[in-house]
């Protein structure tokens, strides 16, 4: 196999820091961070409040932790939170919501993971002893399990507008919101400012080892800073992390397009094939694709690729998710499709 193998296409949080990034990690300024004395998590802290047009913003350990404090820091125990059927929080974060903060999580059935406004305000309940208040609703974009599909920015505008006057805070899932932002064609801030709060990731697409953020009001972020204490996410010299974030802000974010492009590359190839059929238009870096017809499973599909050198996910006997990121260069998106397609063809 050549040095592009393995071709690894499971998710964006295989990248590894690069040697600029690692020098940059090697050479932090660090303090203790419980004390907020570490200097470099501190300038990270401002310039994702920046990015953002935050008022401030806080270092957490994982996009889990992140989602969890904004919950946890906006609402009460036995209160009701909205979000789309398929969203990370309701499927992959363990429950936490109910466990940590003793929330109700409500599905509503978005459109590729997208929720109307219409939609959310003739859910919200509350006013009767026997109803849950409904006090947030959650928002993810880009969405993952609907294949990196991106909001526009007139129904968050709307969704923001009908939350206000509902006393309902919107809280943006902003996993992936660099590569929304990319998509769009506009500034972080311009996504952002339809939220009260927002979680971002650093180890996804902009290939930092660990790291996320939440951001919001001063306010906000004071509670929130209890939560990550309570959640046991204080850390001290954690400046060594947070300079791997703040490298991959300044630059890795314009280059999220290379991705973006590689996955609409790589699903014009597959297409090639009837028997896979891919959920259009492919917005950003993930590719949702469903097999049809007489073929193999997915999962075996799957098995028979790693083989060769692919590695992708299954999401089902079915179905299997693609995913470029800054550790798949553009030379090994034609060798990963032929690999993909001779193995259907098995």
């Known amino acids: 196999m050549s040095n592009i193998f393995p071709i690894d296409l499971r998710s964006d949080t295989v990248t ?3 040697v600029a990034m690692r020098k940059a990690m090697a050479n932090a300024e660090v303090g203790d961070d419980v004390f907020g004395e570490d200097p470099t998590a501190n300038r990270l802290q401002e310039r994702v409040a920046e990015i953002l047009g935050k008022e401030a913003a806080l270092f957490v350990p994982s996009g889990t932790m992140g989602n969890q404090i904004c919950l946890a820091a906006q609402t009460r125990p036995g209160d009701e939170v909205l979000l789309d059927e398929n969203a990370h929080i309701f499927n992959y ?6 466990l940590l903060a003793g929330l109700q999580l409500r599905t509503l059935p978005g459109d ?7 939609q959310i305000a003739n859910a919200v309940r509350g006013g009767a002893s026997h109803l849950p208040p409904t006090t947030l609703v959650t928002v993810e974009n880009t969405h993952n399990r609907a294949g990196g599909s991106v909001y526009d920015l007139g129904e968050l505008q709307r969704i923001y507008e009908i939350a206000q006057p509902k006393h309902l805070i919107v809280h943006m899932d902003g996993a992936r919101l660099w590569n929304a932002a990319v998509a769009l064609g506009c500034p972080e801030a311009n996504i952002a400012r339809f939220t009260d709060s927002v979680s971002v990731c650093f180890s996804k697409g ?10 919001g009001s001063r306010d906000f972020i004071k509670r929130a800073h209890r939560f990550r204490k309570l959640f046991g996410g204080g850390a001290r010299q954690v400046g060594i992390l947070a300079a791997g974030a703040l490298h991959a802000l300044e630059n890795h974010r ?10 609409r590359i790589l699903t014009e190839l597959l297409l090639q094939n009837n028997r896979i059929q891919i959920d259009l238009p492919v917005e950003t870096n993930i590719i949702m694709a469903t097999l049809t017809g007489e073929t193999v499973s997915a999962p075996e599909l799957v098995t028979h690729c790693a083989r060769d050198g692919v590695l992708f996910f299954p999401e089902g006997q079915h179905r299997f998710r693609l995913v470029t990121h800054l550790d798949v260069p553009a030379e090994a998106i034609e060798p990963a499709a032929k690999i993909i397609l001779k193995n259907l063809a098995q």
Not at 93 to 98: D, M, V, Y
Not at 112 to 117: I, M, Y
């Open 206 to 215: 902009l290939g930092a080892p660990v790291g996320s953020a939440v951001a």
């Open 93 to 98: 974060e363990g429950g936490a919501p109910a």
């Open 16 to 18: 590894k820091p690069t």
């Open 254 to 263: 314009a280059r999220l397009a290379d991705d973006h492009a590689h996955a």
């Open 112 to 118: 590729r993971g997208r929720l109307k406004a219409d």
